[in-house]
């Protein structure tokens, strides 16, 4: 069982504007720490590293059935008073609760409270769920393409149609599509079968709809979905309109 949510970290290079942002996927079974390591650089990139903002939002996961979940904080093997991601980042780590971390020589590894979102030090033989992520980049194509066709090209030369899924991806979007040649651009928004979703299959919890609204029963021309960049907000579109698009890149 598997509960995606997606926060971002922004990154710029000259021509070719994109953004990294992490995804983080919850796997409910029982593991020690360094199992927990082993299955998601095996199905995922790693164990999940996390912000403030991003503890806050996955100990809201209802899906979560203990106090307790892993990520991938732990004590560097090389310094034992430094702490460190899975990865091998040294992210800035300001979420402690109160009197944490201690018992540095039995307790290595970081834990997650669902209640409270704060960080904890653990044995790393504990057995608990965990979250591991995916790095995606979030690419800004200008080019001139409908809807259907902007899908392809996505699908094709990157993974999917970008979907703006919270307010951090959002805002990164917007700032990301300055030098848009368009006044809107395509995203992953698409109305079908009664309903709006996004097509990478994120959760459509967060909204930032324009003034008409989350059309409920929008015009056949009007069923996908842009982002009103001068407005900041999403707006139903003419699916046959040419626009530049938002492309999503796994790493």
């Known amino acids: 069982m598997k509960a995606a949510v997606a926060l971002l970290l922004f990154l710029s290079l000259f021509r070719l504007s994109f953004s990294l942002y992490r995804k983080h996927f919850f796997v409910n079974t029982f593991m020690t720490w360094k199992d927990a390591q082993k299955y998601c650089r095996e199905y995922h990139d790693d164990l999940s590293t996390v912000n403030k903002e991003e503890a806050q939002l996955l100990s809201a996961n209802s899906g979560i059935n203990h106090e307790y979940f892993w990520i991938g904080l732990h004590i560097s093997p090389n310094n034992r008073e430094q702490w460190i991601w899975s990865g091998g980042e040294d992210e800035n780590i300001d979420n402690w609760h109160t009197g944490e971390p201690n018992l540095l020589h039995t307790e290595k590894c970081g834990i997650v409270g669902k ?29 001139n393409k409908t809807w259907d066709e902007a899908l392809d090209y996505c699908r094709q030369n990157y993974t999917d149609l970008a ?8 805002a990164e979007a917007i700032n990301n599509t300055i030098t848009s040649q368009t006044a809107y651009v395509w995203t992953g928004l698409r109305f079908m079968a009664g309903h709006w979703f996004w097509v990478s ?12 609204g989350e059309l409920q029963c929008p015009a056949r021309n009007l069923r996908c979905g842009a982002l009103d960049r001068q407005n900041n907000v999403w707006r139903p579109n003419n699916c046959e309109d040419k626009l530049n698009f938002l492309c999503l890149k796994k790493l």
């Not at 653990?122 to 200008?142: D, K, Q």
């Not at 979907?163 to 959002?170: C, D, F, G, P, Y």
């Open 163 to 170: 979907s703006l899924s919270s307010q951090r991806i959002m």
């Open 201 to 212: 299959g994120d959760d459509l919890q967060y909204k930032a709809w324009s003034v008409e």
């Open 115 to 143: 209640y409270n979102s704060k960080l904890y030090n653990a044995p790393c033989l504990w057995t608990l769920p965990f979250y591991c992520m995916n790095v995606f980049e979030l690419i800004l194509v200008r080019q």
